[in-house]
């Protein structure tokens, strides 16, 4: 039998509505784990932003900033940093704008601006601090998504701008500005090789619209009940919302753990 290996979105997956990591989810994770079927998290977040979730589920492999950088048992698999000379070109149109932005590598991340009310609202509904304050931490380093701070259709004016970067809106104040053609999708083949796995073993489950093609692209992928309807319409399963035990339900359904008979 091959070896199955799952991937777990972090915010409205792993965690409920709350920001929290239910016991039940924990003890589905470690009993995954304890069955054979290898399991890693695929999000959007940075490193820095879920090692205590890493660390009490006992994971080490991880798809992070939408894909574009992967670490298989520990070690960096695939980097794939924001291009540094569009990144300066675009730098400059958001300071002439007013938007704010948050650069992140893999370790930390740094606000252009100190003060901005859409920084503070858009990273406290993570339970994230204000960053502290550097608005040249892009320069001479990889960076591997920044956030830029705008409302509605201003986005537009950046994507056709600066192409080499997608913009995926995650709140109503904030946009993850990623590499082209990045995805969780290609993140998770970056790591299913280094594994030594098949696509075709993968379940992937989600609730965002930066799940889509992870979900679409995975053998079976999953929808928590309270994912946009974009990422319910690709997907294989859609389960019940987070909080109402929907992962761990889900789990079960797809018989990768069997209930006890007890």
């Not at 009993?31 to 932003?49: D, H, K, N, W």
């Not at 000379?85 to 100190?114: C, F, G, I, W």
Request: with cysteine.
């Amino acid at each position: 039998m091959s070896k199955k290996i799952a991937f777990f979105d972090i915010d409205g997956t792993l965690l409920n509505h709350q920001k929290k990591l239910q016991d039940e989810t924990i003890q589905a994770v470690k009993e995954l784990q304890r069955s054979g079927v290898y399991c890693a998290i695929a999000t959007g977040r940075a490193p820095f932003m879920y090692e205590d979730i890493r660390k009490v589920l006992g994971i080490d492999s991880y798809v992070s900033f939408n894909g574009q950088f992967v670490v298989f048992e520990g070690t960096p698999v695939f980097k794939n940093p924001l291009n540094s000379e569009q990144l300066e070109q675009l730098s400059v149109k958001a300071r002439e704008s007013e938007h704010p932005l948050v650069y992140m590598n893999h370790q930390e991340m740094k606000a252009t601006d100190a003060g901005q009310d859409f920084i503070q609202e858009s990273l406290s509904s993570l339970h994230f601090d204000y960053p502290e304050i550097d608005p040249t931490f892009y320069k001479d380093r990889e960076i591997y998504q920044s956030l830029l701070f705008c409302e509605g259709d201003e986005i537009n004016r950046y994507r056709q701008a600066y192409p080499a970067f997608d913009y995926i809106r995650w709140h109503q104040f904030s946009c993850d500005v990623l590499p082209s053609g990045g995805s969780k999708a290609n993140g998770i083949r970056k790591l299913v090789e280094a594994a030594g796995l098949s696509m075709d073993d993968t379940y992937a489950f989600g609730d965002g619209l930066n799940d889509i093609e992870m979900i679409r692209d995975a053998g079976i992928g999953v929808a928590m009940g309270n994912a946009v309807k974009e990422t319910k319409e690709v997907s294989d399963m859609v389960t019940a919302d987070v909080n109402e035990g929907g992962l761990v339900k889900a789990i079960y359904d797809l018989k990768l753990l069997e209930r006890s008979k007890v």
